[in-house]
C-alpha cells in the first residue's frame, strides 16, 4: 500500500502571470537545480516549460524534470545533488508510478 504523497503548493509568476504550481518536493528542488545550472529564475524556467507544454502545467513540469534527468542534466556536473533525480524517482514510485 502506498502512502500519502506530500504536495507543496507554490505561487509563481509565469509569463508576467502569477499562479500557483502543487508539485512534490523532489521536482521542486529539480527544477531549482536545473534552473541555477542554466542561470535563470526558477520563474523564467517555468516560462519556458508552460509556452511549450499542452496540457495540465504540473504534468508538463513532472516531464520535463524526468527529461533532464533521463538526459543527464541533472546529477552530472560539478556541485551537483546526486540524489536529485533518486527523489524523483522515488516521488514518482510514491505516486503509483512505475516502480
Known amino acids: 500500500m502506498i ?3 506530500e504536495i507543496v503548493k507554490r505561487s509563481v509568476r509565469i509569463a508576467g ?3 500557483s504550481v502543487s508539485l512534490e518536493p523532489a521536482f521542486w528542488e529539480a ?3 536545473i534552473a541555477v545550472r542554466r542561470r535563470i529564475s526558477l520563474n523564467a524556467l517555468l516560462s519556458m516549460i508552460d509556452a511549450g507544454r499542452g496540457g495540465n502545467l504540473s504534468s508538463a513540469i513532472r516531464l520535463f524534470v524526468l527529461a533532464r534527468c533521463r538526459d543527464g542534466e541533472l546529477g ?3 556541485g551537483a545533488s546526486p540524489l536529485t533525480c533518486s527523489r524523483v524517482g522515488e516521488a ?3 505516486a503509483g508510478g512505475p516502480a
Request: proline share 7%.
Open 3 to 5: 502512502g500519502p504523497v
Open 17 to 19: 502571470h502569477a499562479t
Open 31 to 33: 527544477l531549482n537545480e
Open 76 to 78: 552530472d556536473l560539478a
Open 92 to 94: 514518482v514510485r510514491g
